[in-house]
């Protein structure tokens, strides 16, 4: 059943995935689904597409209707889907073109309201995410830092959210960053798995907004927990675009 979970998870992110992406990058999409993934809830569904879409710049409208439309392909038919993607997963080959439609076709906004409704009855906050400031290299790769740990903090370690939003909070207003800079990183911890955490400031600002996460994050998780945490996020990182102009490791 878990092997047919899985199968059904990748062939439905082929399905919604494939008409956005470039065939390389789809791949790299689904590997990462494989990796990071944990489950079917409207949560999980949420931090994998919120990775695409970091990851590949989708806007925030895009980025909801792939809520929906992923939702709403983990409910198809398996004969609607197109063929488990896993092989070439594996050998990293070109994905071949898809044997069945891969992506669900225009619908009109009344065929849509059962997805919307279980989106909103499973997730009833679902906000798009807030315009930020200009993404440069290094305010991106802070972003999806950022980002990334948060989704997996949330996913795995839920129950000290709290305690580590308290403890952000609490370097925030020690620290030294400059006024604007905290005024950012304050407001995006007034909706971390909302916002985001593309911060307008320096490189060293965002050198130091990263170390005073990561002292909440020790002081939220433990220090093994949060080397784990910050070492997936910088991996995530150095799979963006903006990464070859800005190495996440000059944040750490």
């Given amino acids: 059943m878990a092997t047919q979970a899985l199968s059904l998870r990748r062939r439905a992110a082929y399905a919604v995935l494939s008409p956005l992406l470039e ?12 990796l990071s993934m944990r489950g079917d809830s409207v949560s999980d569904i949420i931090g994998y597409i919120d990775q695409v879409a970091a990851r590949h710049n989708i806007d925030a409208a895009s980025r909801k209707k792939l809520y929906e439309a992923y939702f709403k392909a ?20 070109p994905a071949a073109p898809a044997p069945a439609p891969v992506a669900p076709a225009p619908v009109s906004a009344a065929a849509l309201e059962p997805v919307a409704a279980a989106m909103q009855a499973a997730a009833p906050t679902l906000p ?23 989704a997996e903090v949330q996913r795995f370690h839920s129950t000290s959210m709290t305690d580590l ?21 304050r407001e995006a911890w ?4 909302q916002a985001t955490w593309v911060i307008d ?24 927990d949060a080397d784990q945490v910050l ?22």
Avoid: N
């Fill in 23 to 34: 065939e390389d990058a789809l791949l790299d999409a689904l590997r990462m689904q494989h």
């Fill in 128 to 150: 798009a995410a807030p315009a930020g400031p200009p993404a440069t290299p290094d305010r991106a790769v802070c972003g999806e830092l950022l980002r990334s740990a948060m």
């Fill in 231 to 252: 070492t997936r996020a910088v991996r995530a990182a150095e799979q963006i675009p903006a990464a070859r102009q800005f190495s996440p490791r000059k944040l750490i």
């Fill in 190 to 193: 007034g909706q971390p798995m």
């Fill in 165 to 185: 939003r308290s403890s952000a909070l609490q370097q925030i207003d020690q620290g030294g960053l400059s006024q604007p800079v905290r005024k950012q990183a």
């Fill in 74 to 93: 983990l409910k198809q038919p398996e004969g609607e889907l197109p063929m488990d993607p896993w092989p070439l997963m594996q050998i990293g080959t």
């Fill in 201 to 224: 400031g320096t490189p060293a600002e965002l050198s130091q907004l990263v170390h005073q996460f990561y002292v909440a994050l020790c002081e939220a998780l433990g220090p093994v």
